[in-house]
C-alpha cells in the first residue's frame, strides 16, 4: 500500500495565522524583557560599540524619517516633473497637472520637514535647560 503524507497547499496556509500568533506572543515577551533589562533611562551610557548602537535604535535617538522623506520626495519630483514635461507633449492637461502637482508634492514635504525640525529644536532646548538646571560640581 501507497500512503500519501502530502498534506497540500491550504493546509500549509493554515497554519500561518497559529504561526503568527505566537511569534506575535513570543515577540510580545522580548520586547518587555528588552524595554525591562536594556533599555531604562539609567542604562543610557553603560554601553559601548553594537549595544550602544542598539540601545539608540530602540529608543530612537536616532530617526530615519528624514533621509527616508529626502529620497522620497526626490522620487517623486523626478517622476511628476520629468513624466509632466513628457506627457505634456501628449495630452498636455494631464502633463501640465502633473508638472502643478510636483508644487504640491513640495509643499506636503516641507509641511513633514517643519514637524521634523520642530522636533529636533524642542530636543535641543530641552538638552539646553537640562544642562542648566544641572548644579555646577
Do not use: Q
Amino acid at each position: 500500500m501507497y500512503y500519501s503524507y502530502n498534506y497540500g497547499y491550504y493546509n500549509a496556509l493554515a497554519a500561518i495565522p497559529i504561526i503568527l500568533f505566537i511569534l506575535s506572543i513570543c515577540a510580545f515577551i522580548a520586547a518587555l524583557v528588552l524595554i525591562i533589562v536594556f533599555l531604562p533611562e539609567k542604562n543610557r551610557n553603560k554601553y559601548t560599540g553594537f549595544a550602544a548602537k542598539l540601545y539608540k535604535f530602540l529608543n530612537f535617538e536616532s530617526l530615519w524619517i528624514s533621509p527616508i522623506l529626502k529620497v522620497l520626495f526626490m522620487t517623486v519630483s523626478v517622476v511628476f516633473l520629468i513624466g509632466g514635461l513628457i506627457i505634456l507633449f501628449i495630452e498636455p492637461l494631464v502633463g501640465l497637472m502633473m508638472i502643478v502637482s510636483s508644487v504640491v508634492v513640495r509643499i506636503l514635504f516641507e509641511a513633514n520637514f517643519i514637524l521634523l525640525s520642530m522636533r529636533d529644536y524642542l530636543g535641543r532646548i530641552s538638552k539646553h535647560f537640562e544642562n542648566e538646571d544641572k548644579p555646577e560640581e
